[in-house]
């Protein structure tokens, strides 16, 4: 079964070139870590997977369902978002549980009456992301790493087919930056989990859990397919236009660029 289906997608804005004919298919099962430099495309090919940018050409199919002859709004809804923009929009005095249940309504300052069934929604996903014990705490007094369990949660509450993750470590120290990716890990081995798409430059974030890799690069699909494939030294060297050496140790990885290494935390 087809999850997302991205078939010759393009963004043009002028004679600006955003995106160049992706061609991307996610099936179920699979989870997928989007690798790229800056402005390799991976925040413009989000805008269009979530139907705020509006493709040139290409089509997008969620679930069997196209945007463009399907009400996107709705689609829109399957889709969970964990963003640094959406972080930046919670206000500071709102409670973790009412953060959750917000996602439900798809709205952000949560303003509606709880039901019973939502709080007991809420409450449950706080266990799963395990935070139970943040249900009343505001958000300003939550850590990045808590804000981040919080914010997927969220999205969880819409029960979406899938969720993309834009560089939810940043800003993570690296305790809380292992922390999390253990927490995604476990995730995504859970039961029915939603469809997982990580956005990242770092490899050292793709976890085992991830079965897919797409590459990109100016605004192109460098490469992309089953993990083991497409993670290699050559891959990463043009994509970063750097030498790299790629290691791989009890499934993380780590790169070696120019004799300086970065390596897992």
Known sequence: MSILTVSGLAVRRGDFVILDNISWRVASGEHW???????????SLL????????PTAGEVELLSQHYGKSDWRELRKKVGLVSSAIRQMIPEDEPALETIVSGRYAMIDFWGKMTAADRRRGMGILRQIEC??????PWTFLSQGERQ???IGRALMARPALLILDEPCAG??????EHFLQFL??????KSPPTLVLVTHH??????VFSHVLVLKKGRVLA????QSVLNSKTLSRAFDAKVSLTRRKNRYSIHIKGKSRRVM
Do not use: C, F, H, Q
């Open 33 to 43: 870590a989007i690798l790229g430099e800056n402005g390799s495309g991976k925040t």
């Open 224 to 227: 992309g397919g089953a993990r």
């Open 47 to 54: 805008g269009a997977l979530t139907g705020y940018l509006t």
């Open 149 to 151: 369990r919080v914010l």
């Open 172 to 177: 993570l120290d690296p305790a809380a930056r």
């Open 203 to 208: 490899v050292e974030e793709i976890m085992p």
């Open 132 to 137: 139970e014990a943040l249900a009343g705490r």
């Open 185 to 190: 890990e476990k995730l995504g081995r859970g």
